[in-house]
């Protein structure tokens, strides 16, 4: 329970930060500078409920973890064969032996959660620095402190949250005499934020600064020759600019001369966790990078679905409904693809031609699933929902690894392989493949 | 390169021979790990003619590859019978079991020390550099496909589709 007091205290009154910091700031930087020490997760978790705890070497929970991904798969198997019987006393047992495998793995997941003030830990002091060397007064808020992310995924975000706080101070916020000119107070505050939503992570990364300045942003685009002078973006395209190899936001949108740190780094590795990048910003009142990210990679809740004879998963955790595809929407040539769905115009892809496949020649009605990619919607187009399932990813070999799309595969219970899909990169290859025809 | 090769190889050495479009090749047999009947597969979606495809051998996942293709060889009739060789490779530096169809399966070949000649500038169609040697057995030759060349993805995985139209190196 330690962890979390340290940073109620600075979270709930700023002012004593400042005395708070160093004496908290030494104690929480060697668990968080060294978080691939599983031991720092059975620590969190026996403080958490008073308990004893134990240091495991983090390879055995990844063996773990392994393991646990093939008695899934076979599990799977079990339930498959059991329902082609049709045997009553077999059933009973498979399901006991579903039921059991579920909550072997969410146990056996809990045991990797590392709680994310472990990671938060380590801004106090970075804050410290940098309100030093660049002459802000800036307070750290932390919020959600107690919530929980896989090892894997605790490991990779250190980094890229360094990234984000650099940005928000160096760039999001304005020197004093401009905040109380803009009747904000002297001292600017930068939030982190984490909170769990369903299969994902939120974690965010606020500060009360003056906010992106989209005219800006499209102007040093169109001056990279990213963009078209006349292309039309909406404002959260325009925000999903700063984050292009070697988009200067020092130069663009503040003009602070410091060392801008490229956001494309912060993209990356969200890009290899098969997490997405939201941005909200308003001119003049702050900015707000938001990363979801899932809270675990091994094991995920998948929409099995039908692809022209291949079987697919989409991750539970992007998908946001099921619609039916309207025939009429169905003959139509491919002049547009948008969806009326309750007011809202949601443009769609049909998978079978992003994937090459031959488009299958049943009278079906298809189905469009609905996912949400960047905090925009968007339809893909398939034959068939064939149900939800729990799914182990496995990589793909070094012959498939660079096809975009794919985020691995995976077995399913009658033994057949199912391609795992990464929606975030099928809507933005389709976005770039757009661009470039334009 | 073939000559070098051939003469570090002087020692003994065990093949599998199989059959493609009714010419003789062989592989080591110590990257053999099993010989199988075709089993189902799943297309991977833009993923180019060479490794078209990824199957469950045992509870893992192996991705497909179609030495034919690199060959430049017409593509295997659907309803020939074909034979799944399994193999332990290390593909772009990573240890990778694979499976790659053939028509037929033959035997296990012991070639003795210098079977294995150079390939003749001249007497053979495929691209070069994709075969080791050829051996003389049994009346018949034996062309020895060179692993380190043929296996990799990264000809046709850098741009798709294209990129094989010849023997590059």
């Known amino acids: ?305 039908r692809v022209a004879g291949s079987c697919c998963v989409l991750p539970l955790s992007s998908v946001e409904e099921c619609v039916e595809l309207p025939a009429s929407e169905d003959e139509r040539g491919a002049g547009r693809a ?45 034959d068939e929902v064939l149900g939800q399932h729990q799914t182990v990813i496995k990589p793909l070999s070094p012959y498939h690894r660079k096809i975009e799309g794919l985020a691995g595969c995976t077995i399913l219970g009658d033994g057949a392989v199912a391609l795992i899909l990464d929606p975030a990169a099928i809507v933005k290859a389709a976005q770039q493949a757009r661009r470039l025809v334009a | 390169m073939s000559e070098a090769v051939a003469e570090a190889r002087a020692a003994e050495r065990l093949v599998l021979a199989f059959s493609l479009e009714g010419e003789r090749f062989a592989l080591d047999v110590s990257n053999v790990s099993e010989v199988l009947d075709p089993l189902p597969a799943t297309a991977v979606p833009n993923a180019g003619a060479f490794a078209p495809a990824v199957l469950n051998v045992r509870g893992a996942v192996v991705p497909l590859v179609d030495i034919r293709q690199r060959l430049g060889m017409a593509p295997a009739a659907s309803d020939a019978p074909q034979r799944l060789l399994v193999l332990d490779l290390t593909v772009a530096g990573e240890p990778t079991r694979v499976a790659m169809m053939a028509d037929d399966v033959e035997s296990i070949v012991e070639l003795p020390a210098g079977a294995v000649e150079p390939v003749p500038a001249l007497g053979i169609r495929w691209p070069a550099a994709f075969i080791e040697g050829v051996a003389r057995h049994r009346d018949d030759i034996l062309i020895l496909l060179d692993q380190e060349t043929v296996f990799p993805p990264a000809a046709q995985a850098v741009d798709g589709e294209r990129g094989l139209g010849g023997p590059h190196q």
């Open chain 1, 338 to 382: 948008l969806l009326r769905i309750r007011d809202e115009l949601v443009p769609y892809l049909e998978l079978d031609e992003v994937f090459g496949f031959g488009r299958e020649a049943t009278a079906n009605r298809r189905r469009v699933v609905i996912v949400r990619v960047e905090g925009r919607r968007t339809g893909l187009v398939i």
């Open chain 1, 1 to 305: 329970a330690t962890a979390t007091a340290e940073e109620a205290a600075p979270a709930s009154d700023p002012a004593a930060a400042a005395a708070d910091t160093s004496p908290a700031a030494k104690p929480a930087a060697p668990p968080a500078a060294a978080p691939a020490e599983a031991g720092a997760g059975g620590e969190a978790a026996g403080q958490a409920q008073g308990g004893a705890s134990v240091r495991v070497q983090a390879h055995r929970l990844d063996d773990l973890m392994d393991q646990l991904g093939e008695l899934v798969i076979a599990q799977a198997r079990l339930r498959r064969v059991a329902g082609d019987l049709g045997d009553i006393s077999l059933d009973t047992a498979a399901e006991e032996i579903e039921r059991l495998v579920t909550s072997l793995r969410d146990t056996t997941l809990s045991i990797r959660m590392l709680p994310i003030s472990l990671a938060f830990g380590r801004f106090r002091r970075l804050l410290r620095d940098l309100s030093r060397d660049l002459g802000k007064d800036v307070a750290l808020r932390t919020l959600g402190g107690e919530t929980e992310v896989d090892k894997n995924v605790f490991d990779s975000l250190g980094e890229p949250l360094i990234h984000m706080v650099r940005n928000a101070v160096d760039h999001g916020i304005e020197p004093a005499a401009d905040r109380i000119a803009a009747g904000k107070t002297a001292q600017a505050t930068v939030t982190l934020a984490a909170r769990q939503a369903g299969g994902e992570v939120l974690i965010s990364v606020s500060d009360d600064g003056r906010g992106l300045d989209p005219a800006a942003i499209r102007a040093r685009a169109v001056e990279r020759g990213m963009i078209d002078a006349e292309a039309a973006l909406d404002e959260s395209e325009i925000h999903q600019l700063i984050f292009a190899p070697g988009f200067s936001t020092a130069v663009t949108v503040t003009s602070v001369s410091g060392r801008g740190v490229g956001m494309d780094a912060v993209r990356r590795m969200v890009d290899e966790l098969r997490g997405t990048i939201e941005v909200r910003s308003e001119l003049g009142q702050g900015t707000e990078v938001t990363l979801r990210l899932p809270l675990t990679l091994a094991i995920i809740e998948g929409l099995l679905v």
